[in-house]
Structure formats: C-alpha cells, structure tokens
T-cell receptor, first 111, second 117 residues
Framework: GESVGLHLPTLSVQEGDNSIINCAYSNSASDYFIWYKQESGKGPQFIIDIRSNMDKRQGQRVTVLLNKTVKHLSLQIAATQPGDSAVYFCAENGSNYKLTFGKGTLLTVNP | GAVVSQHPSWVICKSGTSVKIECRSLDFQATTMFWYRQFPKQSLMLMATSNEGSKATYEQGVEKDKFLINHASLTLSTLTVTSAHPEDSSFYIC?????????????FGPGTRLTVL
C-alpha cells in the first residue's frame, strides 16, 4: 500500500548548524508533498510544500528537495535555532486531498 | 494564513460517556474537514473525511458508530466519541480545506487532548 516514511526518528544538532530531515515515499504517482512542524501538544504547522514538477523549493531558512527517481524528500533548515525543536512530518497528498503522514523526526537543537 | 480552531483543547471524561469535539474554520468556508487521531510519539492517522452537507467517509478500521461526525455548516464540524473507553484516549486533530484556500491546502487545528478514565 501507499506509505510515507522517514529514515531517522531523532536528530540532535547544535544551535547554528544546518539540519537535514529525510523522508521516503512509496507512491510514485504522488504529485504534492508538504512538510509540517509539530510542537508538543499542538497541531501541525505548515512549513513548506513542493509539487512533483519541481526538485527544489526554498523558503525562509528552509529548503525542500524532491528526488523523484529514488522517491525521496528532504527538509533542510539553515542556522537551526532552539525554536526549531519539534517533530517534523512529511506528508503526501493523495486522492480526495487526503494526507498520508510519515512517522516523524524529533529535532532537538542544543544551545 | 487561515485559522482553524478546536474546542475544547482538552477534556477528561469517565469511561462510557460521550464527548463532543468541535472544529471551526474562522476565516474561510471549509468545504472539507478531516479528522485525525494521534497517539503519543506516533504520527497522525486519518480517521475520516467530512464534507459539508453529506455523510462522512471513514478510513478502514475506524468505527463510524463510535466516532460520529457531523459537518452541518461550512465552518463547523463535530466529532463525537461515543461510549468512550480508556483506549480512546488520544490527541484528536482536525484540518480544513476550501473557500479561498488553494484546493490542496489544509490548515490544522490546535488539537484536543482526550483522556478517558
């Protein structure tokens, strides 16, 4: 069946370093992907999205890369800050706008 | 951006009682609302899709008679957990799409923490 997964469940970085969070997806027909940030006890917050006709998209301090050949998605956070500490989920937009979420990566930023 | 609210933010109830959770889109008309459940240290799992004015569509394995969903208006959907049991304790999150938002964009509510004693 369709699935979206993550390579690393946890990531610990030093403040100021760059962070890279990875995600693998299995449905080659997927054409829209989203990264969400979820802080403890809160709902997911949209970070950045990318469509399958692109391989890179940049936002403020964040970049999403899409490699359709190997069905891999990554989120890069530049100059990681303590406020970036959260769980990050990739999500795949399927039929009828249903989202399939990956397992999540806990990012911890050490001061 | 669009705002989605949920009420209550947390609720504690006794086993066997029913609990209603509200999801509201505050600044757009939500054609579709989605309900998710999230257990500790796990991902979000879609429970059901709710379209205004029609019956909800439930994901496989989700009991429709236990999790009653009503989407009576373009700004409100409710999830009622009937005869709640401790295993229903979870974080329930809604999302909404529609109105002036891009078609495939969803905004999420802040979640409702349900604890069943």
């Amino acid at each position: 069946g369709e699935s979206v997964g993550l390579h690393l469940p946890t990531l610990s970085v030093q403040e100021g370093d760059n962070s890279i969070i990875n995600c693998a997806y299995s449905n080659s027909a997927s054409d829209y992907f989203i990264w969400y940030k979820q802080e403890s006890g809160k709902g997911p917050q949209f970070i950045i999205d990318i469509r399958s006709n692109m391989d890179k998209r940049q936002g403020q301090r964040v970049t999403v890369l899409l490699n359709k050949t190997v069905k891999h998605l990554s989120l890069q956070i530049a100059a990681t800050q303590p406020g970036d500490s959260a769980v990050y989920f990739c999500a795949e937009n399927g039929s009828n706008y249903k989202l399939t979420f990956g397992k999540g990566t806990l990012l911890t930023v050490n001061p | 951006g669009a705002v989605v609210s949920q009420h209550p933010s947390w609720v504690i109830c006794k086993s066997g009682t029913s609990v209603k959770i509200e999801c509201r889109s505050l600044d757009f008309q939500a054609t579709t609302m989605f309900w998710y459940r999230q257990f500790p240290k796990q991902s979000l799992m879609l429970m059901a899709t709710s379209n205004e004015g029609s019956k909800a569509t439930y994901e496989q394995g989700v009991e429709k008679d236990k999790f009653l969903i009503n989407h009576a208006s373009l700004t409100l959907s409710t999830l009622t957990v009937t005869s709640a049991h401790p295993e229903d304790s979870s974080f329930y999150i809604c999302s909404a799409r529609g109105g002036w938002l891009p078609a495939d964009t969803q905004y999420f509510g802040p979640g409702t923490r349900l604890t069943v004693l």
